[in-house]
């Protein structure tokens, strides 16, 4: 198609076999869009192509991604607002016309198998290092091992005892991320083997005293940081994710930052939460990482 369509917080612009999105960086685009910048998504990443009535005179062309095509939209799982879909534009209603030709010509080229699962990604997500911070500890990913780092403002004693986790991408089999929009928001990593659900059924912790997960609050695991760390982490598991480059370098911890939890750990022992054995235990391995 070759050309460019603006619409509202993004422009699409149309190549042989893609079209590239790029979002505006203005104090009203949504911060997920701002932090995804661009995104280029294959015509053989969509399985549909819609055209329907805005809100206060515009219209709305909207892509569907297959499903497993894009990280991005599995880990969502229909949880974005609809201002926040990185696969809708609007338009002016005056340029209905106009949008009605590029729905019709995109349709045209939908690949055959559309309406099957894609076999692999076909839309990047985010690029690692990545890291967030959630109500009760520090989330990293550095494109082969995610890190979890325990708050002693937010952890539970479950989370403190079991000390902070590392998780190889080759032991998880999947990702669950729960908006922070949401009462109950989380992001919870699957061993391999592990039950699925979350909450607590099945028989299966609460994502507050589950080491293998991270709770959201009010102004922690925001949205446009938490969703793509999801993402890029599913990428990872798909083994789509490019080679890191050699000079990737892992983070080191922060003495003062060791000193604070060591702290914690004393106030546990203290308390009872922790043993003799666990708080000595705990102790030399937050001193081993100095």
């Known amino acids: 198609m070759g050309d460019v369509l603006a619409g509202l917080h993004a422009a699409w612009e149309f190549d042989t076999d893609s079209v ?3 979002y505006e960086r203005g104090i009203r685009t949504p911060r997920l869009l701002q932090a995804l910048g661009e995104r280029r998504i294959p015509f053989a990443a969509l399985s549909a192509v819609d055209l329907t009535p805005g809100k206060r005179g515009t219209v709305a062309l909207r892509l569907t991604p297959r499903p497993g095509a894009d990280p991005l939209t599995d880990a969502a799982d229909g949880q974005l607002k609809e201002s926040c879909d990185p696969y809708r534009l609007v338009l002016p209603g005056a340029r209905e016309t106009l949008a009605e030709y590029y729905r019709d010509e995109l349709r045209g080229v939908l690949d055959p198998a559309a309406d099957q699962p894609a076999p ?3 839309v990047a997500a985010p690029a690692p290092p990545l890291h967030f911070k959630a109500y009760d500890g520090k989330a990293s990913f550095d494109g082969k091992t995610v890190t ?3 708050f002693w403002t937010g952890a539970s004693s479950a989370k ?10 080759d032991e998880l089999e999947g990702v669950e991320w729960r908006s922070p929009e949401a009462l109950g928001g989380h992001l919870r990593l699957r061993g391999r083997g592990g039950s699925g659900g979350s909450g ?7 994502a507050d005293q589950d080491p293998a997960s991270v709770v959201f609050g009010l102004g922690y695991g925001l949205v446009h940081e938490s969703l793509p760390f ?4 599913l990428e990872a598991l798909r083994g789509a994710s490019p080679a890191l480059p050699a000079a990737s370098a892992s983070l080191r911890p922060d003495p003062a930052d060791i000193a604070e939890r060591i702290r914690h750990l004393g106030e546990l022992h203290r308390t009872g939460l922790l043993t003799d054995e666990e708080f000595s235990a705990k102790k030399a391995e937050l001193l081993a990482e100095l």
């Open 20 to 22: 590239l999105i790029r």
């Open 120 to 122: 692999e990604y076909l």
């Open 148 to 150: 979890f780092r325990w």
């Open 160 to 169: 403190w005892k079991a000390g902070d986790q590392t998780f190889p991408v």
């Open 200 to 206: 607590g059924s099945g028989g299966e912790p609460a």
């Open 230 to 233: 999801a993402a890029a982490v």
